[in-house]
């Protein structure tokens, strides 16, 4: 009899012929997602989005603070607070809100348009303040100013001037 030595038992894998690895798995739904699409992409273009998104706040900040700083705007805003039916309707203090909509263009020859539509708040409620007005050589007039509110009532007489003292109520 031919004694054989027990074999050895190897941490190597050993390759078999007769033994066949089945192909990988195709992915499953559940881990099949945008996810790694979307990551790939923001680790490409991460930098430039952020530097657009911060660009875009930018623009947007200085167009408020144009807007905020007009003539027609601060003009609204003081007939606003002066005037005894607002404060009765909103309380007092009224205070314009951050974000006044609208666009204000003018042109070299001392002509111009402004559209504004600024939130107010007082003590009691909110309300918008809507103004259009003209720039004719130079001076600006109001063709309306009111307030939007539940009951709409007109601030100032159209052609008043911007920076005339309000009239008395």
Known sequence: ?????????????VWRPDVRVPPPLPPSRERASASPAL???R???????LALGV??????????AMLRNSAVYADAVERARLHPQVASRLGTPIEPGFI????????????????LRIPLQGSRGEAY???VAERRSGVWRYESLTLDDDDAFPLA???TSIGEPPALQ
Do not use: E, F, Y
């Open 55 to 64: 660009a875009g706040l930018v623009v947007v900040l200085v167009c408020i």
């Open 157 to 159: 007489a159209p052609g």
């Open 1 to 13: 009899c031919i004694a054989t030595a027990p074999a050895r038992r190897s941490s190597r894998a």
């Open 100 to 115: 006044p909509l609208g666009d204000i263009s003018m042109s070299t020859d001392g002509s111009g348009s402004a559209a």
């Open 43 to 49: 680790q490409r273009n991460g930098k430039w989005a």
């Open 129 to 131: 303040l809507v103004a």
């Open 39 to 41: 990551h790939g992409w």
